[in-house]
């Protein structure tokens, strides 16, 4: 079975750093992209970027250059989400997702979809 | 930057049909994605490619997509199938999520 799982809920304060995991098994962790999905409280998602592990490529999303940075070890096939000092707007449920796609496609970031999605991460910032 | 929108509610009756959009420009040219959120829960992909229905995912859920507009389709919707639903699709290597539609089942 294709499975994300994600590390435990955190409380931290403003200022403070923080990195969450992401941890893939039931397939070859390091020939898929895993991207990371930003839910605020009642709100919607939003891609913050994307990881591939075989070779750490990493692109974000322009909302979220420089606000974080995601990074990976294939040697334990768990991707990383990471804050140098939080903010009370950081508050928010994190989730990591394989991007999955077909045939060509697959060659160029330009297409797929996102499937299966870890359980999610609530990360609370609050002083 | 590309923006798909998505009306905020939409309210069907069980065994009716649901009917969830997704506009954005030429976005029958791409291809789109739908997910399915319970409260409380992961999304769940629902739709892929526009059409294709992944395994285990009832045949009561159907997609399209043409000119500016992806759908997705829900026939004798369920109480089970309450939930937020999101559309998603790529723009210059970019990924792009729809605001989300709450279907309501009463």
């Known amino acids: 079975e294709v499975q994300l799982v994600q590390s435990g809920a955190e409380v931290k304060k403003p200022g403070e750093s923080l990195k969450i995991s992401c941890k893939g098994s039931?397939?070859?962790?390091?020939?898929?992209?895993i991207g990371w999905v930003r839910q605020m409280p009642g709100k919607g998602l939003e891609w913050m970027g994307f990881?591939?592990?075989?070779?750490?490529?990493?692109r974000y999303s322009p909302s979220f250059q420089g606000q974080v940075t995601i990074s990976a070890d294939k040697s334990i096939n768990t991707a990383y989400l990471q804050w140098s000092s939080l903010k009370a707007s950081d508050t928010a449920i994190y989730y990591c997702?394989?991007?999955?796609?077909?045939?060509?496609?697959?060659?160029?970031?330009?297409?797929?979809?996102?499937?299966?999605w870890g359980q999610g991460t609530q990360v609370t910032v609050s002083s | 930057s590309y923006d798909l929108t998505q009306p905020p509610s939409v309210s069907v009756s069980p065994g009716q049909t649901a009917t969830i959009t997704c506009s954005g420009d030429?976005?029958?040219?791409?291809?789109a994605s739908w997910y399915q959120q319970k409260p409380g829960q992961s999304p769940v992909l629902v739709i892929s490619?526009?059409?294709k229905r992944p395994s285990g995912i009832p045949e009561r859920f159907s997609g399209s997509n043409s000119g500016n507009t992806a759908t997705l389709t829900i026939s004798g919707t369920q109480a089970m199938d309450e939930a937020d639903y999101y559309c998603?699709?790529?723009?210059?290597?970019?990924?792009?999520f729809g605001g989300g539609t709450k279907l309501t089942v009463l």
């Open positions: 990881i591939y592990p075989g070779d750490s490529d990493t």
């Open positions: 490619q526009d059409t």
């Open positions: 997702a394989r991007r999955d796609c077909s045939g060509g496609s697959c060659y160029v970031l330009t297409s797929g979809w996102f499937d299966p």
């Open positions: 030429k976005l029958g040219d791409k291809y």
């Open positions: 998603q699709a790529w723009d210059s290597g970019t990924v792009v």
């Open positions: 039931g397939y070859r962790f390091t020939t898929y992209w």
